[in-house]
């Protein structure tokens, strides 16, 4: 699948400077591009993790299903309010 991602959609992202060996927290992951351009950052350790969270289930089923292509394996999705997360 093929995904075109506005560059605007990419700031979030690149501003959070991720690198291998960070720990991310992605509160509003759905649908994923952001998801999928931070697991790209945190390729390379095995420390590095990601959890991509939305509140809304399909949502964040779809952010799993996107990342399920993605080198990086250290994600978690989970699905929670971020005002309680």
Known sequence: EVV????LSMLPA???DV???HRAL?????????TCQLLDALQ????????ANDL??????RVKNRAKWQR????MVTNWDGCVF
């Open 72 to 75: 990086c394996r250290e994600l």
């Open 26 to 34: 992605d509160l509003c992951s759905a649908p994923g591009s952001k």
């Open 56 to 61: 809304l289930l399909e949502r964040a089923e």
């Open 4 to 7: 075109v991602q506005e560059a």
């Open 44 to 51: 390379g350790e095995s420390a590095s993790a990601l959890v």
């Open 19 to 21: 690198r291998p060996g």
């Open 14 to 16: 690149c501003a959070l």
